[in-house]
């Protein structure tokens, strides 16, 4: 009668643990090959069907009633010498401030745009002889109720005389905000109608707004428009006209 062996993998497990060592894992039993095995098959991706589009621009314009004059007038002086120059239109310049001053100009809203000190020359047979100097001294005036701006030019040639120079006045609004705003409104619209006019010509409903972009714009600009004549009778005649601002839009839409 034959006696079977005691199977030695216990024995070895119990010695292995106790020498402080770690056990091995079993390794998996390699998958079946053949018929019996299970593929994946992937599903064919659709992609979604790209939406037809239609791009238009939209132009937009609004007014305003400028409530801003900036004023550019100046001094200039001339005399033997450069200080006699320079004395004589400081004095010229000194008599202009005091004049807008007085006239309601506030301080902050004063300028010195440029000063100069240039001797004069006088030629002759191609040669040149120093005849003196000439001084000069430009400003910016802020002038915030337009229609004393008539007044206060009408204040710059009395207080100044032969020595005073006035080279320009430029109106605009103070705050931009509003004026924009109402541009942009209006071309927003405009660009609304144009697609979906062009929508309903091709047969098709508009969809969604896809992108809108702003182009550049200079800014509002003065408007030659007639206006009531600033200053008439009591000061130098001035028509402020009106401000527009354009802006222009480039809109994308769906079209369903």
């Not at 005691?6 to 070895?12: C, I, M, S, Y």
């Not at 621009?57 to 007038?73: C, E, M």
């Not at 000190?117 to 337009?146: C, E, H, I, W």
């Amino acid at each position: 009668m034959t006696v079977p062996l005691p199977r030695p993998t216990a024995g070895l497990a119990v010695a292995l643990l106790a020498l402080g060592l770690p056990l091995l894992a079993a390794a998996p039993a390699p998958a079946l090959a053949g018929p019996a095995a299970v593929k994946a098959v992937s599903a064919p991706v659709r992609s979604a069907p790209v939406p037809s589009t239609i791009t238009v621009t939209g132009v937009g314009s609004a007014t305003a009633v400028p409530d801003l004059a900036i004023v550019s007038v100046g001094v200039e002086a001339v005399g033997k010498t450069a200080q006699a120059a320079q004395d004589a239109q400081s004095k010229a310049a000194n008599a202009l401030l005091n004049a807008v001053r007085e006239r309601g100009v506030a301080e902050q809203d004063v300028r010195t745009e440029g000063l100069s000190l240039t001797p004069v020359y006088k030629y002759k047979d191609g040669n040149s002889t120093l005849t003196g100097y000439q001084a000069a001294q430009t400003f910016s005036l802020k002038v915030r109720m337009v229609a004393r701006t008539g007044l206060i030019l009408q204040s710059v040639t009395d207080a100044t005389g032969d020595a005073g120079r006035i080279h320009g006045v430029v109106f605009d609004v103070a705050d931009r905000t509003d004026l924009r705003a109402r541009a942009r409104a209006s071309a927003h619209k405009d660009a609304h109608a144009k697609a979906l006019q062009y929508a309903r010509l091709s047969g098709r409903d508009l969809g969604r707004l896809v992108s809108l972009t702003e182009g550049l714009s200079g800014g509002p600009s003065p408007v030659p428009a007639p206006a009531d004549v600033a200053g008439s009778g009591a000061g130098v005649p001035i028509a402020p006209g009106e401000i527009q601002d354009d802006v222009r839009v480039t809109a994308v839409y769906e079209l369903d």
